[in-house]
């Protein structure tokens, strides 16, 4: 990883806000994910990344700030400014070991397709020692920051990292979103899940794990019965019972290989990694969030008790320091 940022505070200006639901934010004519990675590299004329070199994720602990108003200061309609609150959402891949796993395995993959086709590392482009990941498809969009004048920094190229294996097609890599059915069906698509393809490359254990305990002990040994003071049989079988069924399936979701097709799993879903409150009696609203691999979706929404039929939509600005960058545990 390069040297911690010393520009390490970035603006992007929100564009419309709705009041039905929550809007994908749009910064710098773009509406699309934030990639502090990106946004860091132009700023601080440095290569950032989502991994080491050794392929191990990173995490982008980052202070948003969200004011309830543009560059320009002007900010909601008059007439619901009274009564007027936005909610700033940030979502992201989740921080544990199966996506720790799953980027560090990926990297030794991505390694090994260049040994096998005679690719050396002094042949590769100058910031192609990481692999770059999208958000949730394909080729994802990404948002930019603005300067102080409130125009958007026009920056270079960000190229999504693509892989290849077995002279398929190249493919992409994604954070959060339905995997793929690789256990009954050649991979052919444009993006691949990490978590669910790394859970599938696994040997998956069956629902029911304890056959140890569920073939003993016997609920009536007459060996135990005889070594045994308590002579209340009744209570000693619903013991053993609870000793074969309790705490004996792991709390996590177990992929089932015989379910061809089914893609969606916990593994694949963003989590909310935090939010922060702005009103008009607010100067403003503060979190500090986690960010795994520095990519994130933010999404806002305003809220207000007066009628909205026939006012325009609120806009906002958000200022993202990044506080730290470390390794994930999982």
Same mark, same amino acid.
Request: with cysteine; proline share 3%.
């Given at each position: 990883?390069? #040297?911690?940022?010393?520009?390490? #505070? ?62 320009d ?7 619901v ?26 990297? %030794?993959?991505?390694? #090994? =397709? ?13 910031y ?42 190249a493919?992409?890599? =994604? ?22 393809s790394y859970?599938?490359?696994?040997? $998956? ?24 003071? $308590? ?19 792991p ?5 089932? =290989?015989?379910?061809?097709g ?33 990519? %994130? ?16 939509s ?17």
């Amino acid at each position: 990883m390069a #040297k911690f940022p010393t520009q390490n #505070k970035l603006t992007y200006q929100t564009g419309d806000i709705s009041y039905g639901g929550y809007t994908q934010v749009t910064s710098g004519g773009v509406t699309g994910d934030l990639c502090l990675p990106k946004d860091l590299s132009m700023l601080n004329r440095r290569g950032y990344a989502s991994t080491t070199r050794k392929g191990v994720p990173l995490v982008y602990r980052t202070k948003f700030d969200f004011y309830l108003h543009d560059e320009d200061g002007a900010y909601g309609p008059p007439s619901v400014l009274d009564n007027l609150m936005v909610t700033l959402k940030v979502a992201g891949a989740q921080n544990n070991w199966v996506m720790r796993n799953a980027v560090v395995k990926f990297h %030794a993959g991505r390694e #090994k =397709m260049f040994r096998q086709a005679g690719v050396r590392k002094g042949d590769r482009g100058a910031y192609a020692n990481e692999i770059r990941y999208n958000y949730d498809a394909a080729n994802d969009s990404w948002l930019g920051p603005i300067d102080a004048g409130g125009d958007a920094f026009t920056g270079g190229t960000w190229d999504v990292t693509n892989l290849s294996y077995e002279g398929d097609t190249a493919f992409q890599l =994604m954070l959060v979103g339905a995997g793929d059915d690789e256990h009954s069906d050649a991979f052919s698509g444009s993006v691949l899940s990490i978590g669910h393809s790394y859970l599938l490359s696994r040997s $998956n254990q069956l629902s029911d794990t304890n056959l140890q305990i569920n073939e003993g002990p016997a609920q009536f040994s007459v060996l135990q019965n005889m070594l045994d003071d $308590n002579d209340n049989t009744a209570t000693d079988s619903v013991i053993t019972t609870d000793a074969r069924d309790d705490q004996d399936n792991p709390p996590y979701e177990v992929l089932d =290989m015989s379910a061809s097709g089914d893609t969606g799993h916990d593994i694949t879903e963003p989590v909310e990694l935090g939010r922060c409150l702005s009103s008009a009696n607010a100067a403003v609203g503060s979190t500090i969030v986690d960010i795994p691999f520095g990519l %994130a979706r933010l999404t806002a929404r305003a809220y207000t008790s007066e009628s909205t039929s026939g006012v325009d939509s609120v806009r906002g600005l958000i200022h993202a320091e990044v506080l730290d960058i470390y390794e994930m545990q999982g």
